[in-house]
């Protein structure tokens, strides 16, 4: 019990000075004045450092230059400490609970820095989609995952794939054509997605990306090869396999600028996506992450305005609709990383073993989006909610599925039906 005891603590210690040693000079010099004018349990420190370290992101005042000191000293019961913990969760909780403003918010751009683009000689690995096993918790379609491609270039501030890969560069598999070809597929596998460890569409064809995955789809024509981005980059000056599915991850204009640093724009994504179409694929769009910021429910409905005037019903294969979700991982190296950012300025509740906003505020948010699309689009596009609740199913898109299996055969259904049509 003792040892346990011992290593929760040091844990607890590590997890303080990981996000402490991150925080500029001057909070660290306020934060350790405020621990030695009150006594804070060690999960306390804990949870003032990674408020702090919240508040330097979102550009908002440090916590310890607003508590009313005067009152907090004044208490007789030798509760100071908790008395500034109570009064800094009621500062948080107002920040969290409100919509984001990014009226003022000018970022700098934070380009992460690569030392370059290398090749390494690993073998090419099927993975799964990150949902929880069995879709208790939320509903999966069990896509399957390929990384020809590890780490991004792009810089969005709530990126996850920064969090799995060293951030110094990236890697790109060697005889990628020769492994793809090799591989030994299970007939079970019918859709598998390369946009997991970086951006699909990120290189073009330049290190002959593009080439080995057409390969790839002409050898197994059942399989459905899915390409997500969020470039802008034209490689559609020729057509490829009508199982290979090209979608983009769209988002309102004032994140794209405030959050998604280096990517495309949405017209640039929306025009590739055209551009796609014309040479004869299917496109798919996910409206993912969406962000509860002032003025969503007047730029995301223009998203949804956009498709329908750019594309048909018969172009897309799928819509996705899904937002912010966060691991602890992932919340630790945002703020060590200390970016300015406002995506963490957000109430952050337990989702399936992440963090993410109430299921009410997605409620609203998911079927403001899904309301602005047409009858035509709700019967002839394949709508799904991108590792959400599945609660949240028949409010939003008016189904559910009993299970994960459910699910998948539904998609499996529509995107079959709609890749014989092209």
Same mark, same amino acid.
């Given at each position: 019990m003792l040892d346990n005891i011992?290593?929760?603590?040091?844990?607890?210690?590590?997890?303080?000075?990981?996000?402490?040693?991150?925080?500029?000079?001057?909070?660290?010099?306020?934060?350790?004045?405020?621990?030695?004018?009150?006594?804070?349990?060690?999960?306390?420190?804990?949870?003032?450092?990674?408020?702090?370290?919240?508040?330097?992101?979102?550009?908002?005042?440090?916590?310890?230059?607003?508590?009313?000191?005067?009152?907090?000293?004044?208490?007789k019961d030798g509760r100071k400490g908790e008395a500034y913990i109570a009064a800094m969760r009621e500062y948080m909780r107002r920040l969290r609970s409100s919509e984001t403003d990014y009226s003022s918010f000018d970022p700098a751009s934070h380009p992460r820095i690569k030392h370059g683009i290398h090749d390494i000689d690993k073998p090419i690995i099927l993975g799964r989609c990150p949902c929880p096993v069995d879709g208790e918790k939320t509903r999966c379609c069990n896509l399957r995952t390929m990384d020809p491609i590890e780490q991004c270039?792009?810089?969005?501030?709530?990126?996850?794939?920064?969090?799995?890969?060293?951030?110094?560069?990236?890697?790109?598999i060697s005889r990628l054509k020769e492994k793809l070809l090799a591989m030994d597929v299970d007939p079970s596998v019918w859709h598998i997605g390369t946009g997991q460890a970086s951006d699909s569409l990120l290189l073009g064809n330049d290190k002959g990306t593009l080439s080995a995955l057409t390969a790839f789809a002409e050898a197994h024509p059942n399989v459905i090869i899915e390409l997500k981005s969020k470039s802008g980059r034209d490689v559609f000056q020729h057509g490829y396999p009508r199982n290979i599915f090209f979608s983009w991850s769209l988002n309102a204009p004032t994140i794209i *600028?405030? +959050?998604?640093?280096?990517? =495309?724009?949405?017209? #640039? @994504?929306?025009?590739?996506?055209?551009?796609?179409?014309?040479?004869?694929?299917?496109?798919?769009?996910?409206?993912?992450?969406?962000?509860?910021?002032?003025?969503? *429910?007047? +730029?995301?409905?223009?998203? =949804?305005?956009?498709? #329908? @005037?750019r594309f048909s019903a018969d172009d897309i294969y799928a819509i996705s609709i899904g937002t912010l979700t966060f691991t602890k991982a992932v919340l630790k190296k945002l703020r060590q990383r200390g970016a300015e950012s406002r995506v963490l300025e957000m109430e952050l509740v337990e989702a399936a073993g992440k963090f993410s906003y109430p299921l009410e505020t997605k409620r609203l948010m998911f079927r403001t989006v899904y309301d602005s699309f047409s009858p035509l689009f709700h019967d002839d596009v394949f709508f799904y909610l991108c590792m959400e609740d599945p609660s949240l199913w028949p409010d939003v898109l008016g189904r559910e599925y009993p299970c994960d299996k459910a699910f998948e055969e539904d998609m499996k259904r529509s995107y079959m039906a709609k890749m014989r049509k092209r």
């Open positions: 011992s290593l929760c603590y040091n844990r607890g210690v590590k997890a303080f000075d990981d996000i402490f040693s991150y925080l500029p000079l001057d909070i660290r010099e306020s934060l350790d004045a405020l621990f030695s004018r009150y006594r804070f349990t060690e999960s306390q420190r804990l949870e003032i450092v990674k408020d702090e370290a919240d508040l330097r992101q979102w550009r908002e005042r440090s916590f310890t230059k607003l508590a009313d000191y005067e009152a907090i000293d004044a208490r270039a792009f810089s969005c501030a709530y990126c996850s794939v920064q969090a799995f890969y060293s951030e110094g560069e990236i890697h790109t *600028e405030k +959050e998604e640093h280096l990517t =495309a724009s949405l017209e #640039e @994504r929306l025009t590739d996506a055209e551009r796609a179409r014309d040479k004869g694929s299917l496109v798919g769009f996910h409206i993912h992450p969406m962000v509860f910021f002032k003025g969503w *429910e007047e +730029e995301y409905p223009k998203i =949804a305005e956009e498709i #329908e @005037r």
